[in-house]
């Protein structure tokens, strides 16, 4: 028994020694790779992006995880398409439930100026889920495709501030404040939330809610009214033919409805579908994996058992199913 201890903690010393060499050597080249994934006789390339998981702006955890958080990993990848003459579009693949306000709008404008810059277009395809912030990026396409169970929408704001108090009194534990003024520790987890401060807090939602409708708005007025808008952007999810009705979206299809799509659009007959990747072996197929960003979101709320791995206080463009109230 004692020797199998020792020589697990041997192992996982080497282990740890090794981990730089691991992470850098082990499935191949460090660097990014363009990988083809449907190969044409055409020169042209369409690039396929994904942005999958929870919009944050810090790194997913894992050893194996190259890509940083999605905001840099988005970016890096519209930014050497705009290098490469031969990429004449893009389809933005989405299946995330949205996350972090601010990493969604650095997103959403990123596509924007990607688009301004280069004129090249870019098509949102929904997967499973493209809700809320997802919504919000998508909103930068030109074209937005759901596949016919996708679930989106979700349009609105939710804060997470967390309370500790019941718990920490039980512990007898008290926590000392000395701030400079009477709202400086507004949201202090460690007390309740005075009337005044929820008031606060509802106004800096109500602002973002408000800054969230005239993204949608300026983007699909063509199709949507601002009363249409305001009337759907209540926070529930629509499964795709809903929103198609609503005129969230603009088709019901699958990838290569996508792949038309933008190839109309970049007014060309065919091209080559490649992604950018730091997992070319994985990365064989238009379904494949793109490894970028796998992270879930779990969120519980159940007395001691608080497990909030991917997120910290703040304001979300979020949807958020699993929030337990009391």
């Not at 020169?43 to 929870?54: A, I, P, R, S, Y």
């Not at 169970?149 to 704001?157: A, D, P, R, Y």
């Not at 990365?283 to 793109?290: D, E, F, G, L, Q």
């Amino acid at each position: 028994m004692k020797n199998c201890l020792g020589l697990i903690i041997l192992l996982l010393f080497i282990f740890s020694a090794c981990a730089t060499h691991f992470h850098l050597d082990f499935l191949g080249k460090s660097k990014i790779q363009e990988v083809v994934l449907m190969e044409s006789p055409q020169k042209e390339k369409l690039l396929v992006v994904d942005l999958t998981g929870t919009i944050q702006s810090i790194k997913s955890p894992g050893l194996l995880n190259r890509e940083g958080d999605p905001v840099s990993s988005i970016y890096y990848r519209l930014k050497r398409a705009s290098e490469d003459p031969l990429v004449k579009g893009i389809i933005l693949r989405l299946d995330t439930p949205g996350g972090e306000a601010t990493a969604s709008d650095i997103i959403y404008h990123e596509i924007l100026m990607f688009k301004e810059k280069t004129g090249i277009p870019v098509v949102a395809l929904m997967m499973g889920v493209a809700a809320s912030g997802g919504y919000y990026v998508a909103s930068a396409c030109d074209y937005i495709i759901a596949h016919p169970t996708t679930i989106t929408g979700s349009i609105g704001v939710i804060a997470i501030i967390p309370n500790f108090n019941k718990i920490m009194s039980r512990l007898g534990i008290k926590v000392n404040v000395i701030k400079s003024g009477r709202m400086k520790d507004a949201g202090s987890p460690f007390r309740e939330m005075s009337f005044e401060e929820k008031a606060y807090f509802q106004s800096l939602i109500d602002a973002m809610y408000e800054n969230f409708l005239q993204v949608v708005y300026q983007n699909r007025k063509e199709k949507l009214s601002m009363e249409a808008i305001q009337s759907l952007a209540d926070g529930r999810v629509y499964i795709a033919q809903k929103a198609l009705d609503l005129k969230l979206i603009d088709e019901i299809g699958y990838f290569e409805s996508a792949l038309k799509k933008t190839l109309d659009l970049a007014k060309i007959t065919d091209a080559d579908v490649v992604a950018y990747s730091y997992y070319p072996q994985r990365k064989t197929n238009i379904y494949a994996s793109s490894a970028s960003n796998n992270s879930s979101l779990k969120l519980e709320i159940k007395g001691l058992d608080q497990v909030i791995p991917n997120l910290k206080p703040g304001i979300y463009y979020l949807w958020l199913p699993t929030l337990e109230q009391e």
